[in-house]
């Protein structure tokens, strides 16, 4: 079946380390979003990627980065900058038109350990 | 820059009752997609409507609507005959050219329903 795969679901990190967070897509979508979700809050865009090796950040980029090697995958990692880290972390993915939906991945609970 | 207004942070609803979640927005764009999704308590986004600027049919699926007036920029999701699975969080989106085909969020509604 065709989907979005993130894993793992949970992550501990430990204090100045940096960890990553995989997304991989086989819906053929070019592009792809990485969204951060805290307790009872809406979802914020981090990163997104329109295409291969090129993405923009998004509006709260600051303490992550992704790469964006392949069409089928993008990894966030979450560095030892970002100093409130804990949360769900969703990936998503689409074909780029206002008409289509954005699929989403079933998330990653990164907590600080 | 595009807006999306959530007013009903929360809302109980019977079961087997219908309910209407709330949902205004803001663009300058004529092009764009709306769209409602449901968020359950264990995590995952679920895709459930889409309504496109240029509809003159309100969209429908299953027991979703969208109650969708153009001219006042509003977006109403109905869910008809609720169920006990219909406890979610439900989100208001939209997508538009403008904005690099982001989808641009609400802050949500909490739905629970009521046996």
């Known amino acids: 079946d065709g989907g979005i795969t993130q894993s793992p679901k949970y992550l501990f990190r430990k204090e100045g380390q940096n960890v990553t967070l995989s997304c991989e897509q086989n819906?053929?979508?070019?592009?792809m979003y990485w969204y951060r979700q805290d307790p009872g809050q809406g979802l914020r865009l981090i990163y997104y990627?329109?295409?291969?090796?090129?993405?923009q950040k998004g509006d709260i980029a600051e303490g992550y980065s992704v790469s964006r090697e392949k069409k089928e995958s993008f990894p966030l990692t979450v560095t030892s900058a970002q100093k409130n880290p804990t949360a769900f972390y969703l990936c998503a993915s689409s074909v780029g038109a206002a008409h289509q939906p954005q699929h989403f991945g079933d998330g990653t609970r990164l907590s600080i350990l | 820059a595009q807006k999306i207004t959530q007013t009903q942070p929360g809302m109980f609803v019977q079961e087997k009752e219908a309910v209407t979640l709330d949902c205004t927005y803001d663009?300058?764009?004529?092009?764009?997609?709306l769209f409602w999704y449901k968020q359950p308590s264990s995590g995952e986004m679920i895709f459930l409507i889409y309504?496109?600027?240029?509809?003159?049919q309100n969209a429908t699926e299953g027991r979703y609507s969208l109650n969708f007036q153009k001219a006042r920029k509003s977006a109403n999701l109905v869910i008809s005959a609720s169920q006990l699975g219909d406890s979610a969080m439900y989100f208001c989106?939209?997508?538009?050219?403008?904005?690099?085909?982001?989808?641009?969020f609400g802050a949500g509604t909490t739905v629970t329903v009521r046996a």
């Open positions: 663009t300058s764009d004529q092009s764009y997609g």
């Open positions: 819906l053929n979508h070019d592009a």
């Open positions: 990627s329109q295409i291969v090796n090129d993405f």
């Open positions: 989106a939209m997508r538009a050219p403008s904005n690099d085909y982001k989808l641009s």
């Open positions: 309504q496109g600027s240029y509809d003159e």
